[in-house]
């Protein structure tokens, strides 16, 4: 289950197939759901010279005949009243209308009424409707998401807005896989059932036919358990480099605001954090926190070496060397650059919370406090 390269692949046929030079235009959600799995660079190599936000492109009107529009949104009726409005006074040469979940048909009616200048080349339903923070972790980046676990809710139609919002979210991460799970849940959680139900109905009832993929030896289970029914963990202070800068430090959609931590060079304000891109936190993201100080030792001390290398330049030889190396010599430096500052800042802040202290004195907890919710 690579989430990400499903993602990207999505991404790669987006763009691939349409020649010439592209604006992407993203909402809010999926400007997330891409930024984890595809660079800028690579967003220009696809020859992308501008990416822009649904609502803020509506407030233009500059034509732009040059450029075909690529858009990539969730199928919103929001979103549906953006494209009616953007369709109706078209300023793109071509419309490539591509949405990360299923389309009702009444949306489907509404842009096909709303073509009138017949700029629309193509809509499809390209299944990534889930943020791949890496290859075996994905969120729906839902705010506030703990309000929905309570009890009594006091916002039911937020209530539902949240379960329509996961149901989508699991739907879409299964069509993605073309799998189709079997769902158990827990019993004893109100939300956990809803969820569970009403994705069941979704993909044995209503979609069934989408959802109807060759069965495999060992089907896929989805359980779905409440947050609630696990007191302990969300107490216990993770030592592995992901958790910790996670915990500590914070990170979203792969990425890291260090601008609050003091003085800081400009390119270092904000740091990706990715197991595709980086390859030292790739191979360090679950290494504990003491082996964590030792391989940035490693990985600084063959930087200096590269560094004097680079400094011993005599002939034109030399120089032309120097110059093939240093894009890599830059990324190495801005990869130390990056690490250094991260572990340097978690080591103040273990210091001022003494959480050294903390962990060493305490008490451990036995298996009986384990509950027992029955599923």
Request: proline fraction near 4%.
């Amino acid at each position: 289950m690579v989430l990400v390269s499903a993602v990207r692949d999505y991404v790669n046929r987006m763009l691939q197939d349409i020649s010439g030079m592209k604006v992407l235009i993203l909402d809010s959600q999926t400007v997330s759901i891409v930024s984890v799995v595809y660079s800028q660079s690579e967003l220009l190599q696809k020859e992308v010279f501008l990416v822009e936000l649904v609502d803020s492109i509506s407030k233009s009107k500059e034509p732009m005949s040059h450029l075909k529009a690529v858009y990539f949104l969730r199928p919103t009726s929001e979103n549906i009243k953006y494209m009616r409005r953007q369709l109706s006074s078209p300023r793109f040469g071509e419309y490539h209308l591509f949405f990360s979940n299923m389309l009702k048909d009444t949306q489907l009616h509404i842009l096909a009424d709303s073509d009138e200048h017949e700029v629309v080349q193509q809509v499809q339903e390209f299944y990534a409707d889930f943020v791949a923070n890496d290859p075996f972790h994905f969120s729906l980046n839902i705010p506030g998401n703990h309000m929905y676990m309570l009890p009594a809710s006091i916002d039911p139609s937020g209530l539902q807005h949240f379960c329509d919002r996961v149901v989508d979210g699991i739907a879409a991460l299964f069509l993605a896989l073309k799998r189709r799970p079997v769902i158990r849940y827990q019993r004893t959680s109100d939300i956990a059932k809803r969820v569970a139900q009403e994705t069941a109905k979704l993909m044995y009832q209503q979609e069934s036919g989408l959802f109807d993929f060759r069965r495999t030896e060992i089907s896929p289970l989805l359980l779905i358990i409440d947050r609630r029914d696990d007191p302990v963990t969300p107490l216990l202070n993770q030592w592995t480099y992901q958790a910790m800068v996670h915990e500590l430090i914070g990170i979203q959609d792969n990425k890291v605001d260090l601008r609050t931590i003091g003085k800081i060079s400009k390119d270092q304000q904000e740091v990706v954090l990715s197991s595709e891109q980086d390859a030292f936190f790739k191979s360090n993201m679950y290494e504990n926190f003491g082996d964590i100080g030792l391989n940035i030792k490693r990985m600084v001390d063959e930087f200096q070496q590269v560094a004097k290398s680079n400094q011993n330049i005599q002939t034109i030889e030399d120089m032309a060397k120097f110059v093939d190396n240093y894009p890599e010599y830059r990324k190495m430096h801005g990869n130390v650059s990056k690490h250094v500052t991260l572990v340097t800042e978690m080591s103040k802040i273990v210091e001022e919370r003494k959480l050294m202290l903390v962990f060493t004195n305490r008490p451990r907890i036995g298996l009986q406090w384990w509950p027992r919710g029955s599923i």
